[in-house]
């Protein structure tokens, strides 16, 4: 109800830090002025009231002219919004107000500095006139005065400067209010519209944030940080936000208001030299971080005001910080006794996770680039990681191009505003002019994992001839710039990335192996009362060779999931075999191609059950689930159309005249062959057609081959020392007979290669679940099957009756964004159709036999909401893509914290 910033200004009030008195409107509301556009019933009347215990706790009376009072009107959501809602200051200042300040702090600069500042904001966020009608006469009065910055400008230019602003409303048909009450009032609608405004809306769409939850309004005494050089404002974080380091940081402005700070408008000092130019205030600042930093036992974002050397403290709030930097506070604060591990894990986001794997610009191509001149400028690294895009100079361009366009884009601007967030969202990196590290562009890059450098001062932007200039060397619209949020740095062209390794990142491991050791607890499920296991989630791999099954374990797989036996075939030694086989028209010739293929596939096999181990010294091997071949036989063959066009291109050559020779009439024989073999194959929809199980009843020679394969590669593993668990998995079933059909044919071979070769080990025989009729007779069905593997992507094809290429290509996207679907669901599981579907297949094969295995290995195994769902329906594992592995064991330690019993701190 208080949102964040109200929250926490009570909370540092009741443990006696020094906060302007204040009062606080609540989320309720917002929620009930959005339908009416009025103050609910009885606000007006609690306000004044409100405000009468401000002027008490003060001193000073709201809009008398002999000891006025002014305050804030600032946003406060229950979510952390950064800049995305509205703000004004020096509410109850006007004519005659402004005169009883000057004789009262007998500074008429700093009374007609703040005054004209009032104007400007609430002409910008209450009145809705453009920023630039204020710039560009602020810009004129400053070349008029000689002055390079604002604090140039004298009493007298400020004075003239606020009857200027006065008239700029009124030539837009606005009239700023000199009636301080219409001000409050006028000031608190604006920033409860502000919760709609568009900027906040997108902000909301990237972080999930729900749209009823409003803003609170927090009415504010204000202190001022523009009386001089004894004064000043700044933002700083009790830890290094971009990398994690336990050192204080942030940016200040002598005789300035915050405002000057977060928009990133003037260069600012950093917050260490302030202990030189405002000691006392910085020393008690230090003193506060600390407490704050203890007492919420999270990192810290905090802004102040000193005003004539005393300090006040206007916010705090848990600070948004890069992936890097939360995984290492993290880590860090377990080690210093603030959380526990349980807290840590929690702590961080699977998009933390995510985003520590992405590239980062190669070294030696960057000294490349240097020792070529490409390097262009440099400015504060203010959220790490490698952008390699075109450029832009606007928002709007910035989003069209990287959506319509599909370019890699880099926004490039003075600084950012918060209605530029759609273009940041968009954007592969961020680039400013002006700014410091806790300027609005940096905040917000850090938070979405952007790459961005900010106060890159030596460069020029000119917006009218879309172009940017530092020393001589233009870079227009369009053109491609690499930008490294790391370093600060910024090339011209582009710079060469690679992803980092997971093993050097000590603390991100050290957290992915708490993760673990929360799933592997006893009853993590207790709350779920699921049949089946009580630990948590493991976490398996797509892998279809041993490079990938190797990639996998480097992540933390213990397992594999999916091994897709056909993409062994599409090698190019053996595609030709595959094709003689597809072409054989008998049985015996069939199984001759076959066996000239089994080699391959057995030594694939080896490979990954030797990568599939503990550890090199037992060699105990993880399951490795090989499903036997699904896709249609005629994707092995050429298209029809390539075909065709070979044998016309090749007749039209012999009309014309060409002698065709022996080796050519063989060639347009053969594709005649081809053509002839791939038309006998066309099916109306293929992927309902011969494939899977069928295709394996239809000719059982591949998939005996295929199984003799992995039991004889299991069994050569064997024999070497290592303990392989090969599980076999026919793909597609529909009907309990066709497993009756063929299962029994592929465990005889399977018993006779272990008899063959003298070796014991222990394996399954299962199936994929796929087919919505699958999952409602299930009970049948694990009469044989020993697992079951959710095939997610054609479970949800089929249950939807969507055809995924054509659906997200035409008519997906639409549909989520009208909200007729709440999310695609080819990316995040549909809980209430496909989901329904999984839990009723796994209770009723559970009841068929209550030890079945069950997991998940369509491309949901990744995604971490399916995760969370698979976790509740009681399943085993999840296999997903090695570059996918870390995300998941995150996501599945998640939920095991969410729906443990006696997990402490799990609602957070």
Known sequence: MLGGKGANLAEMTRIKLPVPPFFTVTTEACNAYQPTGKFPEGQWDQMMEALKAIEKASGKKFGDATNPLLVSCRSGAKFSMPGMMDT????????????GMVALTKNERFVYDSYRRLIQMFGSVVLGLPDEAFEDVLDEMKKEKGAKVDTDLDAAALKELVEKFKAVTKAHKKEFPQDVLEQLRLATEAVFKSWNGKRAVDYRRATNIPDDLGTAVNIVTMVFGNMGNDSGTGVAFTRNPATGERKLYGDYLLNAQGEDVVAGIRNTEKIENLGKDLKPAYDQFLTICDTLEKHYKNMQDMEFTIERGRLWMLQTRDGKRTAAAAIKIAYDMVNEGLITKEEAVLRITTDNVDSMLHPQFDQEDKKVAKKEGRFYASGVNASPGSAVGQVYFDADLTEKMSKEEKQDTIMVRPFTKPDDVHGMLAAKGILTSEGGATSHAAVVARQFGVPCV???????????????????KVVKEGEWISVDGTTGEVFLGKIKSFSPSLEEQKELLTILNWADEICARPDVRAKLGVTGPKRGLQVWANADYPKDARRARSYGAVG????????????????????????????????????????????????LFRAMVDNEKDKNGYPVIIRLIDPPLHEFLPAAEELQDKIITQRIANLAGYTLGKGDTKEIAAAEKMLHAVESLHESNPMMGLRGVRLSIAMPEIVEMQVRAIFEAAANVALEGYKPKPEV???????????????????????????????????????????????VTANEIAGLAEFFSFGTNDLTQMTFGYSRDDAERNFLITYVEQGILPKNPFQTLDRDGVGRLMRLAVEDGRKARPELEVGICGEHGGDPNSIEFCHMIGNNYVSCSPFRVPVARLAAAHAALKFSSGAENTDK
């Open 88 to 99: 004004v200051l020096n509410i109850g200042l006007n004519d005659e107000t402004a005169k």
């Open 454 to 472: 900010v106060g890159a001062s030596a460069i020029k932007i000119d917006l009218d001839k879309r172009q940017m200039v530092v020393d001589g």
């Open 560 to 607: 594999i999931g999916l091994c897709r036996t056909e993409h062994m075939f599409f090698e190019p030694e053996r595609l030709p075999i595959v094709q003689r086989m597809i072409l054989a028209p008998t049985s015996e010739e069939r199984t001759a191609a076959l066996n000239e293929l089994l080699p391959s596939q057995r030594s694939d096999f080896e490979g």
């Open 729 to 775: 998995m026919i793909p597609l079933t529909g009907h309990v007979n066709e497993l009756k059909w063929i299962q029994p044919r592929l465990e005889r071979i399977a018993k006779a290669v272990m008899e063959e070769k003298k070796v014991n080990f222990s394996y399954k025989f299962g199936t994929m679940i796929e087919i919505p009729r699958a999952a």
